[in-house]
């Protein structure tokens, strides 16, 4: 799928093609916290392939976090924070301003099945019953803009409620990411590749630092489109891949 970083795409920022952008953060040495990529499209990618071109002199092994296994953990144990981060509609931006892309998105963190059907609760409810299987994860702190109380939270006077209940949410949804029983740390060699399922897992990189060549990894992106397409295709039989 080509995004605004081109067909394929280098985290070496000479390696890029010309006109494609480098307006993210994989393009430093920084630590990468756990998130999805392309959460400010509205489709974002399936599948997310990556291979270790060369690693860094000290520093910047990958970290991966299944996210539907946070949430259905939080769904069991923090059901006041699962549904928070289930009903409040967030929103992502990039802008390259070299380029000329600004793109914008929004979702809930934890994107499940409503079985109210639009018929809403209470502010502040736990609304247990209300939420299916969890069909997506959209999360990235760095593309997240500001958050916007709903109108009845302000109309009911709730708005530091609101605050509140998000913080406490992301206070529970982070330390889950953090812990080593959803979290995997891989120091990848070179040649090695991954394959990241972007609506289900997330994936960062630790802080690195390098003197000989810099660390450089290549990948793409798949739809989720072409994904379930050439899932379908198999299941009918149809194993060759072309």
Known sequence: QRTLF???????????????????????????????????????????????????????????????????????????????????????????????????????????????????????SSASCRWGAVVGIRHNDLDRLPDLPPFDAIEHGRVEEYYHELDQAHRVWNELLGNDQFRLVVHMEPGDTMVVANHRCLHGRQRFTTSTSPRSVMGCYVSQDDLESRFRWMMEGNCTLN
């Open 6 to 124: 081109g067909n394929m795409w280098s985290t070496h920022s000479s390696q890029m093609a010309e006109g494609t952008s480098v307006a993210d953060s994989a393009y430093s040495n920084e630590a990468l916290p756990l998130h999805t990529d392309m959460t400010y499209y509205r489709d974002p990618p399936g599948l997310q392939i990556f291979t270790m071109v060369s690693p860094a002199d000290d520093g910047g092994e990958s970290t991966f976090a299944d996210g539907l296994a946070v949430a259905e953990y939080m769904r069991k144990h923090h059901g006041r924070e699962f549904d928070v981060l289930c009903r409040n509609v967030r929103r992502y931006q990039s802008i390259d301003k070299k380029n000329g892309w600004h793109l914008e998105a929004s979702g809930p963190i934890i994107q499940a099945i409503d079985q109210w059907q639009n018929r809403s609760g209470p502010f502040g």
